[in-house]
């Protein structure tokens, strides 16, 4: 079955994907951290059978996989690093598009998380907030008036709605305005960061952009601030490739990216995100004729433990390098 | 009309070229550095005129060729340095397919030089020896009994004779033996040095073996004594190529290096010999299928000057570069 990130989306030139992200607790029962592993796993069980015959969804228990396959769901941003560092009572409802998926007894009982194709905030929203009345339908939230509903952290009181997207921005990082541009964003409550690797240099040029405030706004106007400022990171963007869009130095990092691509027998994940980048580019000019589903893919499935996984054995760092590089040549 | 690098030759795995010069004087005359330029010009037409009929070559005066096209020569080692350092009073004869060329009024009255591809010490001398004789049955040398012929240096004094090859030594240069490898055949009265860019880092790996010593020595036992060493380092070559073969590094770089000459706008020369050379490599131990003809032609024809007189025009580096890289993947 094709994968959420296979579909195209809006503004998918400079816009990856969307993510909606509802934090929630059951009334009647202590935060996670409160919990033994029997109380969790019957929390789990309430949550999924709440959505039993309205939404297809899987339901795993954590310690039934392996370590590369717990990795591997977080590398694809399906879950988080916090839920993947342990088993112990935790569960995971997603849908086979992984479109959907709802971390259960991570820091709160329920993290419900979508993710859309391409800029979509409005649609990865309703779709959140359908499968949160029909849990809310058969379960009672922690709620509170002034404080809306309630969550082990207070970063996350009110809507409890974490909302971002993921932005391919090589024109802006090749100009270096991304730390500039972050610190402009966080005045209006947003947070612009590296969405792979470690903070300094992020990998392959995606940036995360998400809304740090759900206390005192609602979800619609949360979406509508967060929507302005990716339209306008994504004008900049595309007003940044213009200008260098002559370029034989840019022409010529784009051609010689995908020939490495397609010529190497070893591929870091770091190396290999930084030439994809320049690929991805290069085929939203018009420069390449490659496809950005093929692309959009390769950048989510050829991390360390996702290839672990692929292969169905832990590949040494070595041995990894040459199956990222041969997985590259055979789909590019 | 193919040059003569096109053909193929003898070990040309490793060996690229084979190169004989005999430096000689006419008796009448004193040696250049003491005529003006008009008995220069005498000379020349003498030697000119004694291979008129028994041999098919184009007598240019250098005066007559602009700067590129002097400079080209002396990249494609047609010319010597010197020799395209000034135009007065000098004068090139040259076959079409520039095996064979002669110096007139360098250093020494005549320089004669034959190029061949791959190993062929014997066949460059006896085309060399056929064509010194020729000359000389009309024209007589300066000659000393005990001396040899005599030259205006006292390096060539003997038998005038400088024999060299060209090697291609990737995997030695990779093993960091060239160092090493000179000091030993420095002993054996030979030289090993890189036959393009500068002393410290060669390009493209070529190597230029060449005999010392012209005096008390006969021709036969130079060019012996050369073979002899150029086949041993092609051996120790050979076997460093073996040991490297199966190693993912290497298979990664030559693929990389293709890739990269097969898409890149903007090749700098000294980034051109490096891929070139790992390509070269690639395509003897069989992992890629590229005409070592095309090579071979590559690598003689994309320094800057003769891209200039390729292009008829003087360009810019930077225009140089992206030429270049037009060429390259035009022929790859």
Request: proline letters at 2%; one cysteine or more; charged letters at 30%.
């Amino acid at each position: 079955m094709n994968k959420w990130y296979i579909g195209e989306g809006d503004h998918n030139d400079i816009v990856i994907s969307t993510r909606i992200r509802l934090a929630r607790n059951l009334k009647d029962y202590p935060f996670p951290a409160r919990l033994d592993n029997k109380s969790k796993i019957k929390v789990n069980e309430l949550v999924r059978d709440a959505l039993e015959g309205r939404e297809k969804l899987d339901y795993t228990e954590l310690k039934t996989l392996t370590r590369a396959q717990i990795v591997s769901l977080a590398e694809r941003h399906i879950i988080s690093t916090e839920f993947a560092s342990s088993s112990d009572g935790r569960a995971l409802l997603m849908s086979e598009d992984e479109q959907i998926s709802i971390m259960l007894c991570e820091e709160d009982h329920i993290r419900l998380q979508v993710m859309k194709s391409g800029l979509d905030l409005q649609g990865a929203y309703e779709l959140a907030d359908r499968i949160d009345n029909e849990i809310n339908e058969k379960l009672e939230y922690a709620f509170d008036e002034r404080l809306g509903y309630l969550t082990q952290f207070p970063t996350n009181l009110g809507t409890g709605m974490r909302a971002s997207v993921v932005l391919h921005l090589p024109a802006l990082a090749e100009k270096g305005q991304l730390n500039s541009l972050a610190s402009t964003v966080s005045k209006l409550g947003l947070t612009l960061r590296g969405a792979y690797g470690d903070g300094t240099a992020p990998f392959g040029d995606l940036y995360q952009l998400s809304n740090q405030v759900s206390l005192g706004i609602s979800e619609k106007a949360a979406i509508d601030n967060l929507k302005t400022i990716a339209l306008q990171l994504a004008a900049q963007e595309r007003s940044a490739r213009e200008e260098m869009k002559d370029s034989k130095l840019t022409e010529d990092a784009v051609y010689r990216a995908y020939g490495i691509l397609k010529s190497a027998r070893i591929l870091s994940t770091k190396e290999f995100m930084t030439l994809i980048s320049r690929v991805r580019y290069g085929a939203v000019c018009g420069m390449l004729k490659v496809d950005l589903k093929t692309i959009n893919e390769l950048m989510v499935s050829l991390q360390p433990a996702t290839i672990n996984a692929f292969v169905g054995r832990t590949l040494t760092k070595d041995e990894r390098d040459v199956e990222r590089a041969n997985i590259v040549r055979d789909r590019l």
